[in-house]
């Protein structure tokens, strides 16, 4: 486990520990868990993110395709 020195806002620290000694957990863990929350959060920000580009950029291939597809259809019904 790494050390870190955290300067924290009063009203940040005064609301952690408020909210600590009601669901009786340790500092550390608390602000642990609330940094893996984040990263999380963070994470899945960026792969959202992410998931938007490359599809925009598939995205004219795939209408290209699904035009096919209904040309292939309409040809089979006009059989």
Do not use: C, G, P
Not at 40 to 49: E, Q, V
């Amino acid at each position: 486990m790494k050390n870190l020195s955290l300067k924290i806002d009063e009203n940040t620290f005064q609301d952690t520990e408020k909210i600590i000694s009601k669901i009786n957990k340790n500092r550390n863990r608390y602000i642990n868990e609330a940094v893996e929350f984040y990263n999380l959060l963070h994470k899945r920000k960026i792969l959202s993110k992410q998931l938007k580009k490359e599809s925009s950029l598939v995205r004219d291939e795939s209408m290209k395709v699904l035009k096919e597809f209904e040309a292939m259809l309409d040809d089979n019904k006009s059989i």
